[in-house]
C-alpha cells in the first residue's frame, strides 16, 4: 500500500497535464481508465486463482469507494478551496452518468433476484446464463456511451467548460504544461504498469494477511483493496476539485465507478466464462441492495449542477 501511494499521485499528476491537450471531458476518461487498470489486473489475477467472491467484494468495494469517499472528499475539499465563490458542473453529462449507473444496477439485481426468489429453471445455470447475457449487453451499452461522449455529442461536455464559467476559463488561461503530450503518455503507461505489478502482489498477501491480522476477507476485498485501487482516482479528483475543475472531478469519481460497473465487471464475467470459472452477476442480497441505495443517493445529489459552502 505504502508503495502505491505514491505512485497514484505521480499518475493524478501526469494525468492533469493530460488534460491539457485532450481537454476535460477526455482526461477524466483517461484518468478512469488508468486508475481502473489496477482493479481489473488484480481481479483477473483473482479470478485466475478462483477468489471469485474477492473480485466481486473488490469491484463492489470500489463503486462505493468512487462514489461515496472519492467523490464526497473532492467536494468537501473543493468547497472548502473555493469557499468564496459557487463551483458549477455539466449537469447534463453527470446525469448520463447517473443513468448508466441505475442501469449496471439492474443489470447486477436481476441475478440476484433470481437466485433468492428461487425462480431458476436450473438452479446455479440460469443465473449464470443471465449474468453472461447481461454482461454482453452491458459492455454493448458502454461501448455507446464511449461513441455519445467522444464522437456523437461532445458538445454536451463541453458546455460549462467553454462557455459557462468565466473565472473558469481565465483560471485555464493561467495554467500551462509542464511537460509534453508524448511524455505523458509514456509516463501514464510507465506508472499503470508498477501499480500493476504492485498490486499482484496485494492479492497473494490477502489470505495471509486476514490469518496474521484477524481480519475478515470480505473487510479486506470490500475495504482495503478499493482504498488501495482507487489512490489514483482520490488524489486525482482531490486535486482538480480544489482547482475549480469539477467536471474533470466527476469525470474521473463518476466516471471510473461507471466504467467498473459498466465494463470492468461485464469484462470478468466474460473472462470467467472463458477460464472456465463461474464468474457471475449475483453479489448477494445486501451488497446488491447497499450498490442500489448509494447509486440513488448520488443521482439524487447531481440534480443540481452547482456546489457552495
Not at 478551496?81 to 447486477?108: E, R, Y
Not at 440476484?112 to 443471465?130: I, Q
Request: overall charge negative; proline content about 3%; glycine content about 8%.
Amino acid at each position: 500500500m505504502l508503495g502505491i501511494a505514491p505512485l497514484a499521485e505521480r499518475l493524478g499528476y501526469v494525468t492533469e497535464q493530460l488534460a491539457f491537450y485532450t481537454g476535460p471531458t477526455v482526461g477524466g476518461l483517461l484518468n478512469a481508465t488508468f486508475g481502473n487498470a489496477t482493479e481489473m489486473i488484480i481481479s483477473i489475477y483473482a479470478l485466475k486463482s478462483g477468489m471469485i467472491r474477492v473480485v466481486q467484494q473488490s469491484l463492489l468495494g470500489s463503486i462505493l469507494s468512487n462514489m461515496l469517499l472519492v467523490l464526497g472528499c473532492a467536494f468537501f475539499s473543493g468547497g472548502i478551496a473555493n469557499h468564496q465563490k459557487v463551483q458549477v458542473f455539466n449537469k447534463a453529462a453527470a446525469l448520463v452518468n447517473s443513468g448508466l449507473l441505475l442501469m449496471a444496477v439492474m443489470g447486477i439485481m436481476f441475478p440476484a433476484v433470481l437466485h433468492f426468489t428461487r425462480t431458476e429453471v436450473h438452479f446455479g445455470k440460469s443465473e449464470l446464463a443471465l449474468s453472461r447475457f447481461s454482461s454482453c449487453i452491458m459492455l454493448i451499452a458502454y461501448g455507446s456511451y464511449l461513441f455519445f461522449q467522444l464522437k456523437s455529442q461532445p458538445n454536451l461536455y463541453s458546455l460549462v467548460d467553454e462557455g459557462g464559467v468565466n473565472d473558469q476559463e481565465d483560471s485555464d488561461d493561467e495554467e500551462a504544461p509542464e511537460i509534453t503530450q508524448w511524455e505523458t503518455i509514456g509516463w501514464l503507461a510507465i506508472l499503470t504498469l508498477w501499480i500493476s505489478i504492485l498490486s499482484g502482489y496485494l492479492v497473494d498477501a490477502i489470505q495471509g494477511a486476514s490469518d496474521s491480522l484477524n481480519m475478515p476477507v470480505a473487510f479486506i476485498s470490500v475495504i482495503l483493496l478499493p482504498i488501495v485501487g482507487n489512490a489514483a482516482e482520490h488524489a486525482s479528483a482531490i486535486m482538480f476539485a480544489m482547482k475549480d475543475k469539477l467536471d474533470i472531478t466527476i469525470g474521473v469519481a463518476i466516471g471510473s465507478s461507471t466504467q467498473i460497473s459498466m465494463f470492468v465487471i461485464p469484462f470478468c464475467v466474460v473472462v470467467g466464462w472463458c477460464m472456465g470459472q463461474p464468474m457471475d452477476l449475483n453479489f448477494q442480497l445486501f451488497e446488491t441492495a447497499t450498490l442500489f441505495i448509494s447509486v440513488l443517493v448520488v443521482a439524487f445529489m447531481l440534480q443540481v449542477h452547482d456546489l457552495s459552502f
